[in-house]
C-alpha cells in the first residue's frame, strides 16, 4: 500500500510570497490533516478534513492559510502571503477510521519543509 | 489551557538498556493517547494507542502505560537498541464524534549509544 505522498519536499520563498503544498493520501482514507511542524516542537493541527468537508479548521490562520480538498482525495494548502514565522514542516496525515469510532491511527507523509527569508 | 510536557532534554541511554519517556498533561481528559517515532526529515510513525480504560499495552520490546489519576503515561523500551535512537512523541485525542485530531506534545529525543 503506497504512503502518503506529499510535494515539493522542500521550498523556499521570500516574505510576502505565496507558496502551495499538495498532499495526496492513501487510498480510501476519508480523513486528512494538515499539521505545522516548528523546528522542535510536536505537530499542531491546521486543519481536518471529512471526505470534502472541513471537521476543524480553528487553528488555521484563515488570513493567509487556506486549505481545500474539493474531491474528497488530494488536498493543497496554500500560503498567501507568507510570513517569517512560517518556516515550519508542513505535514499532511491520513486515517481511514470514521469519526463515530473512537480510535484511530493516522499516517503521516514525509512533510514539506518551507523556509520563509 | 491544555498542556501536554515531555521531557526536551534528550535521553542518552546504553545499548541493551530500558529507555523510559514521560507524558505528563494537564487540563485534559484524553479517550486515547498514541506514541509515535519521528525520525529525522520524516513524518511521525504510529507506535502504540492506549485507551483511557487501559493501564497497559504491549508490543514487542515497546510497553506504555496510562495512568488518568496521575495524567500521565510512560513509555518503555526494553532491551534498547542503537537503531531505536529517535523523537518520540506522544499525543493525546478527545472522545466523542467528529474532532479526531491529536495534539502532540514536543518530543523526547533518544539516543542509544552502543
Known amino acids: 500500500e503506497a504512503g502518503v505522498a506529499q510535494s515539493p519536499r522542500y521550498k523556499i520563498i521570500e516574505k510576502r510570497q505565496s507558496v502551495a503544498f499538495w498532499c495526496n493520501p492513501i487510498s480510501g482514507h476519508a480523513t486528512l490533516y494538515w499539521y505545522q511542524q516548528i523546528l522542535g516542537q510536536g505537530p499542531k493541527l491546521l486543519i481536518q478534513f471529512q471526505n470534502n468537508g472541513v471537521v476543524d479548521d480553528s487553528q488555521l490562520p484563515k488570513d493567509r492559510f487556506s486549505a481545500e480538498r474539493l474531491k474528497g482525495v488530494d488536498s493543497t494548502l496554500k500560503i498567501q502571503p507568507a510570513k517569517l514565522e512560517d518556516s515550519a514542516v508542513y505535514l499532511c496525515a491520513s486515517s481511514s477510521q470514521r469519526p463515530e469510532t473512537i480510535q484511530e491511527t493516522q499516517y503521516f507523509g514525509p512533510g514539506t519543509r518551507l523556509l520563509v527569508l | 489551557s491544555q498542556k501536554i510536557e515531555q521531557n526536551s532534554e534528550a535521553l542518552n541511554i546504553q545499548e541493551g538498556k530500558t529507555a523510559t519517556l514521560t507524558c505528563n498533561y494537564t487540563?485534559?481528559?484524553?479517550?486515547?493517547l498514541q506514541w509515535y517515532r519521528q525520525d529525522p526529515g520524516r513524518g511521525p510513525v504510529f507506535l502504540l494507542l492506549i485507551r483511557e480504560n487501559e493501564k497497559e499495552k504491549r508490543k514487542e520490546r515497546l510497553k506504555v502505560t496510562f495512568d488518568t489519576t496521575l495524567k500521565q503515561s510512560l513509555f518503555h523500551i526494553t532491551a534498547s537498541q542503537p537503531a531505536d535512537s529517535a523523537t518520540y512523541l506522544c499525543?493525546?485525542?478527545?472522545?466523542?464524534?467528529?474532532?479526531?485530531?491529536?495534539?502532540f506534545g514536543s518530543g523526547t529525543r533518544l539516543q542509544v549509544q552502543p
Open positions: 487540563n485534559y481528559s484524553p479517550a486515547y
Open positions: 499525543a493525546l485525542a478527545p472522545g466523542g464524534a467528529g474532532r479526531r485530531a491529536l495534539t
